[in-house]
């Protein structure tokens, strides 16, 4: 079993939706919970960075992290076709990331 | 954003023979980091660096090798390369422990 376990998608969805992009790890020792970014052919850029549990909101994103069911998910409200990318989730422990496989989402006008 | 780049950004190359892929930073950071990009896999970490001359593997480290002798560059090396390693490569860096990890642009390695 990987240490973290992340539905590849695609995620297909219309403009205006919101999204539920979700990771599951199996580590209990992750304090740091992240998600980045890709777009097609580009490296990857962080989009939100939380601690521990608990929820953080940047305009349209929201990042939880639910500590307690090994659960970290990113919310995205009223979605538009430039969303459309690659989500990757990252957690650590020590200096090291460790990160999902990415869930592709399509976001169409 | 991080001034992060990498070279080249496309090869192709011959089973057995040697690869060398270069990461350059402006940012003065510590902490640098090679990775891997496979399909099904993610990103998985190859080898990291934590200063100068300090390197450490990472989870997929068996057949390269990483030199680090000034903070900007950070250097990735397929002794041998193998089919098995056609992938794209990307470098990050950091400022710390536990903090961003910024991505360069990627390079796209074909093993033939």
């Known amino acids: 079993q990987k240490e973290v376990e992340q539905d590849p998608g695609p995620l297909s969805v219309p403009e205006g939706a919101i999204v539920s992009l979700n990771c599951t790890y199996s580590?209990?020792?992750?304090?740091?919970f992240m998600w980045y970014r890709q777009y097609s052919r580009k490296g990857p850029e962080l989009l939100m960075y939380?601690?521990?549990?608990g929820n953080k909101e940047d305009g349209r994103f929201t990042a939880q992290v639910d500590k307690s069911s090994k659960y970290i998910s990113l919310f995205i409200r009223d979605s538009q076709p430039s969303d459309s990318a690659t989500y990757l989730c990252?957690?650590?422990?020590?200096?090291?990331?460790?990160f999902g496989t990415g869930t592709r989402l399509q976001v169409f006008p | 954003d991080a001034g992060i780049t990498q070279s080249p950004r496309h090869k192709v190359t011959e089973t057995g023979t040697p690869v060398t892929l270069r990461c350059h930073q402006t940012?003065?950071?510590?902490?640098m980091y090679w990775y891997r990009q496979d399909p099904g896999h993610g990103l998985r970490l190859i080898h990291y660096?934590?200063?100068?001359?300090?390197?450490d593997k990472g989870e997929v480290s068996d057949g390269y090798s990483v030199s680090r002798s000034k903070t900007e560059d950070f250097l990735l090396t397929l002794e041998s390369a193998t089919s098995s390693q056609t992938s794209v490569y990307f470098c990050?860096?950091?400022?710390?422990?536990?903090?961003?990890?910024?991505f360069g642009p990627g390079t796209r390695l074909l093993v033939l």
């Open positions: 990050a860096s950091s400022p710390g422990v536990q903090e961003t990890q910024y």
């Open positions: 939380t601690y521990s549990s």
């Open positions: 990252a957690m650590s422990d020590t200096d090291k990331l460790i």
């Open positions: 660096s934590y200063g100068v001359k300090d390197t």
């Open positions: 940012e003065n950071h510590r902490y």
């Open positions: 580590n209990s020792a992750f304090q740091y």
